[in-house]
């Protein structure tokens, strides 16, 4: 065999070495989305029923909400989403269903747990575990962490720790903004409501029983909900 042909075979080993290197991560990436999408049709819990969007119901603890279901690719993510970033990958937080880049495009997926968000999903369902209170939405679990003013997202308890609230001892609090605020405003405004009800009232949600005597929690729990209320609609908000 001539030089000239061993180089020539060596140029393109080394050329289709260089192509494979190239699109290796990209394939390894493909390869993570694809193990996550799986893993989420194992995992998820919501209903198989579907509206007209194809949305899936997730009725777990009464929840009673759709939301795209995991693995569905979109062309774009909803206009307002809220970008959290995690070890570099951006994630779209919109409405409680979260996105991630998929390609040119963007794909349904479970939020990693430790994901950082200031504000909850527009509807979601308080249980207590153990006497802290989980925010659910779309399969994923919340809790709060004063330090940071903010929501944690976390794993899912254990089945037998979890305490459903009786019907009209809840303090979730269903917010539609009036006057086109984002999501950020919409956190922002919650917050400082919050706060303010917390602070009117001696009510904290975020407790368990809201950090009064429980002969007090009852009234004490109405108190809240009311300014809770008033703040809200006062910052242009219809509140359910």
């Known amino acids: 065999m001539s030089i000239e042909l061993k180089s020539y075979r060596g140029a393109v080993a080394l050329a289709l070495i260089g192509v494979l290197g190239a699109a ?7 390869g993570h989305d694809d193990r996550d999408q799986r893993q989420d049709r194992r ?4 209903d198989d029923r579907r ?12 929840h009673n909400h759709y939301y795209p279901p995991r693995g569905r690719v979109f062309n774009a993510v909803p206009r307002g989403a809220v970008i959290v970033r995690r070890g570099g990958v951006p994630y779209y ?5 979260w996105y991630r880049p998929y390609g040119p495009r963007y794909v349904v997926v479970r939020p990693p747990f430790g994901l950082f968000v200031s504000v909850l999903p527009p509807f979601y369902s308080t249980v ?11 399969d994923a679990y ?3 962490r004063p330090d940071r003013r903010g929501y944690e997202v976390t794993a899912p308890p254990d089945d037998a720790d979890v305490t459903i609230p009786p019907a009209g001892s809840s303090t979730d609090v269903f917010i539609y903004p009036k006057n086109g605020q984002g999501e950020e405003q919409q956190a922002k405004d919650r917050y400082e409501c919050h706060s303010w009800s917390a602070g009117q ?3 904290d949600p975020t407790q368990s029983l ?3 005597d429980e002969s007090q929690a009852t009234t004490k729990r109405a108190d809240y909900m009311r300014a809770m209320t008033a703040c809200l609609e006062a910052r242009g908000y219809s509140v359910k």
Not at 43 to 46: A, F, I, K
Request: no cysteine; aromatic share 20%; glycine share 14%.
């Open 24 to 30: 290796s991560p990209a394939m390894a990436q493909r």
């Open 93 to 97: 937080y919109h409405g409680g269903a």
């Open 128 to 138: 207590w575990v153990r006497g802290v209170p989980y925010y659910y939405a779309d």
């Open 43 to 46: 995992d998820d819990r919501r």
């Open 201 to 203: 009232t001696g009510f």
């Open 142 to 144: 919340y809790v709060y």
């Open 210 to 212: 809201g950090g009064v």
């Open 51 to 62: 509206d007209n969007r194809g949305y899936v119901l997730d009725n777990r603890y009464n």
